[in-house]
Nanobody
């Protein structure tokens, strides 16, 4: 089992920044891909960004490209999402997820952290 715990959400004004962290534990994750997803009120959950746990190519949704950065902090065993130039459309619950590199879907999910951007 993989345990994921998100932190770092909160309330921020439009144009501001937040950093989300996802603490991962439970097993070695070298064969996993880590992703961030979000779900806004009344909308379906959508992909935000992902990267292999061991590093390499990062992928972003078009809506966040150039503003968000996904990266790993090795010493803390976390995957982070640095969010800059936030706008009200970024308001959502943000979820961390993990899947095997060879898997087609994410099997492990955190409980989420709320991000609210005010105008």
């Amino acid at each position: 089992q993989v345990r994921l715990v998100e932190s770092g959400g909160g309330l921020v004004q439009a144009g501001g920044s937040l950093r989300l962290s996802c603490a991962a534990s439970g097993r070695t994750l070298d064969s996993y891909k880590m992703g961030w997803f979000r779900q806004a009120p009344g909308k379906e959950r959508e992909f935000v960004a992902d990267m292999p746990w061991s590093g390499g190519t990062t992928t972003y949704a078009n809506s966040v490209k150039g503003r968000f950065t996904i990266y790993r902090t090795n010493t803390e065993n976390t995957v982070n999402l640095q969010m800059n130039s936030l706008n009200v459309e970024d308001t959502a619950i943000y979820y961390c997820a993990a899947r095997l590199l060879v898997a087609g879907r994410y099997d492990y999910w955190g409980r989420g952290t709320q991000v609210t951007v005010s105008s």
